[in-house]
């Protein structure tokens, strides 16, 4: 077998739109397999572009060269596909602040709106709409550790306290800040939020569809069936993220085929007591 095993499943060629991926955890393969699929492809008026197709290795550094009809093919380091950059390492940091650099930007061409004469409330509205929105982008498909919610969480603090015009020595608490602005919950909880959409959105798919399928072989792996050092994965979050709305990943794959209560349990995370307590 080739490609990249999931328990049961083995993941080997990838679409994106009009593009293909092919992925292999060797060089060796992978450099037949494109070969075979370029030698398939030209048979039937399909050939590989040279010029635009290029190769990447995550997780550790790969010193051969990867060829095609002779010809050396582009290595690359990362690549931005609907706006989420990926990379050797395969984490989501350079995606973290790439999305930051794009929002920052925008928030610095509204300096004249932080500076105006309106409601803060107005500003936060703007603010959400004109500048988080760019962050977050993309955000469900983030594998986020501890330093990159920290960061996060700062980026967003030093843009309200211009926002407010409050400085570090008064010592305001960035929630209350979003108080005042109106605005709801803080930049790592919608994080976690887009990424559970996302789970349940794959968890409502039929049982015969890839994405689900191996999504559900990642989340119930286990530990001693993983190949080489652990590495932080998007499902690792995901459990994370169920684990702090004191659901597991089976129970969230049932609450999941009820859209409505999913969507107030887990990614919102209100509690059934709590409801009831209103």
């Not at 095993?5 to 994106?16: A, F, H, S, W």
């Not at 590989?48 to 009809?69: A, D, P, Q």
């Not at 990943?249 to 085929?257: F, G, P, T, V, Y």
Request: aromatic share 6%; with cysteine; proline share 1%.
């Amino acid at each position: 077998d080739v490609g990249i095993k999931i328990k049961e499943c083995l993941v080997e060629l990838i679409g994106y739109a009009d593009d293909i991926a092919l992925v292999h955890e060797s060089l060796g393969v992978l450099a037949e397999r494109l070969h075979d699929l370029d030698e398939i492809g030209r048979k039937v008026g399909f050939e590989i572009s040279l010029t635009k197709t290029e190769w990447m290795v995550s997780g550790y550094k790969e010193k051969r060269k990867l060829k095609l009809r002779n010809e050396e093919l582009k290595h690359c380091e990362s690549f931005v596909y609907l706006g989420v950059v990926q990379d050797e390492s395969a984490t989501s940091t350079a995606a973290i602040e790439y999305r930051m650099d794009k929002a920052t930007r925008a928030f610095r061409s509204l300096k004249r709106v932080w500076k105006a004469k309106l409601s803060l409330v107005t500003k936060g509205m703007m603010y959400s709409t004109l500048v988080r929105s760019i962050l977050m982008a993309g955000a469900g498909t983030w594998t986020t550790s501890t330093a990159d919610m920290r960061r996060l969480e700062t980026w967003e603090a030093n843009l309200l306290r211009i926002i407010t015009r409050t400085s570090m020595l008064e010592h305001i608490p960035t929630d209350r800040l979003r108080r005042k602005l109106r605005i709801g919950s803080s930049v790592p909880e919608e994080v976690r939020r887009h990424r559970l959409r996302i789970f349940g959105h794959v968890m409502r798919m039929g049982d015969d569809r890839t994405v689900k399928r191996v999504v559900w072989a990642a989340a119930t792996m286990r530990s001693n069936e993983r190949r080489g050092r652990p590495q932080l994965s998007w499902v690792q979050c995901v459990k994370e993220d169920l684990r702090q709305r004191r659901h597991g990943i089976h129970s969230a794959r049932k609450l999941a085929q009820e859209r409505s209560k999913y969507r107030e349990q887990i990614v919102y995370g209100v509690r059934p007591d709590a409801r009831n307590q209103r």
